[in-house]
T-cell receptor, first 110, second 115 residues
Framework: GQQVQQSPASLVLQEGENAELQCNFS?????MQWFYQRPEGSLVSLFY???GTKQSGRLTSTTVIKERRSSLHISSSQITDSGTYLC????????????FGAGTRLKVIA | EAAVTQSPRSKVAVTGGKVTLSCHQT?????MYWYRQDTGHGLRLIHY???????EKGDIPDGYKASRPSQENFSLILELASLSQTAVYFC??????????????FGSGTRLTVL
């Protein structure tokens, strides 16, 4: 089965609303990252967060290893937040590779 | 600033032709990766390498070869390009700390269209 599952698959927000994006994984975790993919395709690293909580501006990432999940919270969404959010996890399989979720496509409207 | 540079930015190839995608990093990282992304999907790992002159198969290696002639350079080779290999290809590099991968740094991607 799929090792990394992201939800929701897509989301539409009114500007100013908050959002919580989820990433669930099926095995133990070594490392994880959250990425933002711009509409034109380039990837921006948001957080490297294998455990605990990290915040950067309006974005907060929380990884709870025992519950096998990581979340990305976006507060006070802006139109420029629109794009795709991807989580990537290095699972504890000894293969030294990151596995990506399918992404959450976010659209923020005025 | 960590940098991963891919070339070309885009390419149109004919079915059955040979395609080489190049990646160069100035991060001094040991690990390099090739991913492909199909429209509306996440990234899938094709090949990776953790040392020069050695490559490893990822999750979808069929139809692809990889070459790591130096720490800085990592190429992806499609010997006989097929329509199903139309996708965006991303190269990335990372370091390792203890037993875990560090932050992935991505190139800007190569859009490959096979006709």
């Amino acid at each position: 089965g799929q090792q990394v599952q992201q939800s929701p698959a897509s989301l539409v927000l009114q500007e100013g609303e908050n959002a919580e994006l989820q990433c669930n994984f099926s095995t133990s975790l070594n490392s994880m990252q959250w990425f933002y993919q711009r509409p034109e395709g380039s990837l921006v690293s948001l957080f490297y967060n294998p455990s605990g909580t990290k915040q950067s501006g309006r974005l907060t990432s929380t990884t709870v290893i025992k519950e096998r999940r990581s979340s990305l919270h976006i507060s006070s969404s802006q139109i420029t937040d629109s794009g795709t959010y991807l989580c990537a996890m290095e699972l504890h399989t000894g293969n030294y590779k990151y596995v990506f979720g399918a992404g959450t496509r976010l659209k923020v409207i005025a | 600033e960590a940098a991963v540079t891919q070339s070309p930015r885009s390419k149109v190839a004919v079915t059955g032709g040979k395609v080489t995608l190049s990646c160069h990093q100035t991060n001094n990282h040991d690990y390099m990766y090739w991913y492909r992304q199909d429209t509306g999907h996440g990234l899938r790992l094709i090949h990776y390498s953790y040392v020069a002159d050695s490559t490893e198969k990822g999750d979808i290696p069929d139809g692809y070869k990889a070459s790591r002639p130096s720490q800085e350079n990592f190429s992806l080779i499609l010997e006989l390009a097929s329509l199903s290999q139309t996708a965006v290809y991303f190269c990335a590099s990372s370091d390792r700390l203890g037993g875990s991968a560090e932050t992935l740094y991505f190139g800007s991607g190569t859009r490959l269209t096979v006709l």
